[in-house]
């Protein structure tokens, strides 16, 4: 395949959220296993609703998945290329003023629905002469334009739905320019999919009759055809649609709970396939694990348990050079062999903090036999330790005091780290030490 260019086409009316990022990590893995680029489009031609502050939201987010686009454009820096396609959409006869009000309309579709008729617009605005559009002007109307339809079935070849048509003689023609002259979302985006070459629209499949409807808008421009791919869209565990109103599983409030990106990602395009949802190390192994012809139709039901127990699956097995920069912003000056010792007992990031206090100090340890710790404390090796010091230290104490199983390990696991629960200790004590393993087997905050 010739070098690809996908895109996303966020509007920025609000937040990015995890039904939004199915769709985005199809399109950026597509681009990394292919070794194509990514456009960052914002499709922004809602004057009255987008807004700049969404626009950077949506830059920061995408940067937290790792997705990083090539390029970036925006729609409403493009508005003279609209018109200039619009023209000639005018001259070829497929763009046509209609000057119904939004309740003349409304009015309509009721008739037509009590009749049993489909609500499909009556294009009663193509039989209006010019002087019946120059009466309506006169009266101080303005003309939003429709798209006119070939009523004819288009058909292609979905990436991930194989063979895909619609009927666009069911369809109404689609309001491309409204009244005050702004544009709707299908023009600007044949245009732009068209101007910058886009080769593959991977989108939801609520986008499947659009694609109908732009096929014909591309044909009619003369363009060459992108590859179109619809995927399923992710629904809540009970099965209904998630939506922007659902703030805590937007990016933001993800981010804000501590998830890992790499979960978010994995579980967005993972969810309800054939393979295993499972953690991965970097978006290209993700990459390697995507093929959309794979993609599967089974519902894609996102259940923020499953995030949450993949995020510290993902976790467990990163390894240091992919997270000690965070560490550090954490403001825990890790090093390599303490994460691998604590990455495994950790839900979020965030409880480093806690097994750093544990290997730092100080820490009030928990000592429940002085006598048992006392006589542990006089047979522990000198340093330097190794991985093999707590073996070895652990027979000692077994054969100075006689304990053996829970009885032995449980009294100086409390005695190191305060806790009943944690790392295994054979990586902790090299990373504490000898002395504070001896203030706190003697009961002393070290
Ligand atoms: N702005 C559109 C949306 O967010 C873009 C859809 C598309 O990918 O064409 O739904």
């Known amino acids: 395949m010739t070098s690809p260019l996908v895109r996303t086409a966020p509007s920025p009316t609000g937040f990015l959220h995890i039904g939004n990022v199915r769709s985005i990590m199809f399109n950026w893995l597509f681009a990394r296993r292919y070794s194509g680029r990514f456009l960052l489009r914002y499709d922004d031609t809602d004057l009255a609703r987008s807004k700049p502050e969404f626009a950077d939201a949506i830059a920061e987010d995408l940067a937290w998945l ?59 605005a193509l039989k209006l ?13 303005k003309p939003h334009w429709r798209f006119l339809l070939e009523p004819r079935v288009v058909a292609w070849n979905d ?16 309001v491309l320019i409204r009244e005050d ?19 593959h629209v991977i989108r939801g499949e609520d986008h499947v009759t659009n694609t109908a409807v732009q096929i014909q808008i591309f044909e009619a421009l003369g363009a060459a055809l992108p590859f179109f791919g619809h995927h399923n869209l992710l629904t809540t565990a009970s099965g209904e649609g998630l939506s922007k109103r659902l703030g805590h599983l937007s990016l933001r409030g993800l981010r804000e709970s501590g998830v890992e990106a790499l979960a978010v990602a994995a579980l967005a395009v993972l969810v309800g396939s054939s393979d295993a949802v ?21 519902p894609a039901k996102f259940d923020e348990h499953e995030l949450e127990a993949l995020s510290a699956r993902t976790l467990h097995q990163l390894p240091y050079d992919a997270v000690a920069e965070r560490l550090a912003v954490l403001g825990v000056p890790a090093t390599e062999p303490f994460w691998l010792a604590v990455r495994g007992n950790l839900g979020k990031l965030d409880d480093v903090k806690a097994w750093w206090q544990v290997v730092e100090g100080p820490l009030h340890p928990v000592v429940t036999d002085p006598a048992f710790a006392a006589a542990a404390a006089s047979v522990l090796p000198a340093e330097p330790f190794d991985a093999t010091s707590w073996k070895s230290w652990t027979q000692a104490v077994a054969a100075a005091t006689g304990a053996k199983g829970k009885a032995l390990f449980m009294p100086l696991r ?10 295994e200790l054979a990586a902790l004590l090299p990373l504490i030490g000898r002395e504070k393993a001896l203030k706190r087997l003697a009961g002393e905050t070290a």
Do not use: M
């Not at 000639?88 to 119904?100: D, S, T």
């Open 129 to 141: 002469t010019a002087e019946d559009r120059a009466q309506l002007e006169a009266e101080g109307r």
């Open 414 to 423: 409390l005695a190191l780290t305060g806790l009943e629960h944690g790392p």
């Open 66 to 124: 790792g997705v990083v686009p090539d390029f970036v454009i925006k729609q409403s820096d493009r508005l003279a290329i609209y018109d200039a396609a619009a023209a000639r959409l005018r001259e070829a006869g497929r763009l046509y003023p209609c000057y119904e009000t939004a309740d003349e309309l409304d009015r309509r579709r009721k008739r037509q629905l009590a009749r049993g008729l489909p609500p499909v617009y009556d294009r009663a």
């Open 159 to 174: 990436l991930i739905r194989g063979e895909a048509h619609v009927d666009c003689a069911s369809l109404s023609d689609q």
């Open 278 to 298: 499972r953690p991965v190390a970097s978006l290209d192994e993700l990459a390697g694990l995507v093929e959309l012809a794979h993609v599967s139709r089974a």
């Open 181 to 199: 002259g702004s544009y709707l979302y299908h023009l600007p985006s044949v245009v732009d999919d068209a101007e910058t070459g886009v080769t």
